[in-house]
């Protein structure tokens, strides 16, 4: 019986990493950072992704509880890290989530040639807001179909953008110049911020690790799942990316709009391709958002039952489907795709997606040293995976990965000049994410103190030993 089973092959793990984790959208803001784009990705796969790949792995098959991250924070450093764990890995979601209702409707306008007012923008906002919401609050066995399409869709555009980046640089030449010194990393501080967001396209394989009970060999298949996926994803966005240098001048390229914009000139017109291009990539931005929801909204789910997060987070369905949090991520969203239009920022999609992705790696610098203080405290635990090597190895591969996520958020949220441009580019970021890191610190102490009597006291003995 057991052997029936476990179905969940080398392959399917590989498919699962790859329609999880890669992001189309963020193909235009990393490719932004120029022709040196090449050597970060390069650089940050051996120096960040290896070491977090490798520790997602070690983590996953040894602490196999449901609650992930925060399961491994929690044990390392006690409830109340793993409450602004938790807070932080979920708050990302719905900013996440708003920033792609915005993108959404500046797409549509794109290839369907229509301009909405602000409040017919708004509406469809919404709407994809709570259809993302409703769908993601069902089982995820009643929506498998949609992860399927979206993985064929996303191949598709990046194939197609690949190609066609190929074709017109052997054709016609490229809109960058590809030289040695251009493909070697330029000294601008300001550009360097867009490095999060090649880290943020790294970010998820600590889900492949949840499929441990349903792998024949859990030891070889997930690290071999995370670094196969990881391989093909960089690949992947390599391939897209050059695509986009082939096309568009660095300088003049928008991280909301850049990848139809990309078509466009390759193409060298709005066609019938580009707008099935266009329905793909509306398609991948509301899948995306569905296969996101059941990973993000389980760990909040869990740290709400777990009382470090309000029990609102905790409140789940007849099927055990977290709900609450769900209609959560539609609330937040909502608010701020209401407010968008009263934000004073040229790009909403960009605002809204930066501080995304600060939230997101702001969660997993908690990460490796929880992967570090539990190596330390639990010496002898049954490792099925075990990173070989002895402290030195530790070591590296907690905080060379660790200095480069903070490296990241640090370039991402500062303004590296006092131009206006980019003051006014960083500002509402670094507002956006002091204000995310207080009203967090608020939620995850008032959880704390309306736990259970048993809960709380059992919690009070462990802030103390870790805090």
Do not use: C
């Not at 995820?140 to 190929?166: H, P, Q």
């Not at 909301?256 to 466009?264: E, M, P, R, Y």
């Not at 990460?367 to 995976?385: H, I, S, T, Y």
Request: glycine letters at 8%; a neutral charge.
């Amino acid at each position: 019986m057991d052997t029936n089973k476990k179905k969940f092959k080398l392959f399917d793990a590989v498919l699962m990493a790859v329609v999880v984790v890669m992001v189309v959208e963020s193909v235009a803001p990393a490719a932004a950072i120029g022709p040196s784009q090449f050597f970060w990705w390069f650089f940050l796969l051996i120096l960040f992704f290896i070491p977090y790949g490798l520790i997602s792995s070690e983590l996953g098959t040894t602490y196999t509880g449901d609650g992930g991250l925060y399961d491994w924070v929690k044990q390392a450093f006690g409830p109340r890290w793993g409450g602004r764990l938790a807070w932080l890995y979920w708050i990302n979601y719905p900013l996440w989530m708003a920033s792609l209702a915005v993108l959404f409707v500046q797409i549509a306008e794109q290839i369907f040639k229509f301009k909405m007012n602000t409040w017919g923008s708004i509406l469809i906002q919404l709407a994809f807001v709570w259809f993302v919401v409703l769908v993601g609050n069902k089982p995820v066995s009643e929506s498998k179909w949609i992860m399927n399409l979206a993985a064929f869709a996303k191949i598709v555009t990046i194939l197609a953008l690949g190609g066609l980046g190929i074709y017109v640089a052997a054709t016609r030449g490229v809109a960058n110049s590809f030289t040695v010194h251009s493909l070697l990393p330029q000294m601008n501080l300001s550009g360097l911020s867009n490095l999060s967001v090649i880290i943020f396209n790294f970010l998820g394989f600590e889900v492949v690790a949840t499929m441990a009970d349903d792998m024949d060999n859990p030891k070889k298949q997930i690290p071999q799942a995370i670094i196969i996926g990881g391989i093909l994803i960089a690949v992947s966005y390599l391939l897209g990316a050059f695509g986009m240098g082939a096309a568009i001048p660095t300088d003049k390229l928008s991280a909301s709009s850049g990848l139809i914009d990309s078509f466009v000139l390759l193409i060298g017109h709005m066609n019938w391709f580009v707008v099935l291009i266009g329905i793909f990539f509306l398609y991948i931005l509301v899948s995306e958002m569905i296969s996101w929801a059941l990973g993000v909204n389980y760990v909040a789910d869990y740290a709400g039952k777990d009382h470090v997060l309000p029990k609102i987070f905790g409140k789940e369905d007849a099927k055990g489907m977290p709900v609450g949090t769900g209609y959560l991520n539609g609330v937040v969203a909502s608010i701020l795709v209401i407010a968008s239009p009263f934000i004073p920022n040229q790009d909403i999609f960009w605002a809204f997606f930066s501080l995304n992705v600060v939230a997101l790696l702001l969660s997993y610098t908690m990460m490796f040293p929880a992967f570090w203080e539990l190596r330390r405290k639990n010496p002898d635990a049954d490792r099925p995976f075990k990173i070989p090597g002895g402290k030195v190895m530790v070591n590296l591969m907690t905080w060379v990965p660790e200095v480069l996520l903070i490296l990241t958020i640090i370039f991402s949220v500062f303004p590296m000049n006092s131009s206006a441009a980019e003051v006014s580019a960083k500002m509402p970021v670094l507002i956006g994410t002091i204000l995310t890191l207080v009203i967090g610190e608020i939620v995850v102490r008032y959880a704390e103190h309306h736990a259970p009597q048993a809960t709380n006291s059992e919690s009070s003995e462990s802030i103390k030993a870790h805090n």
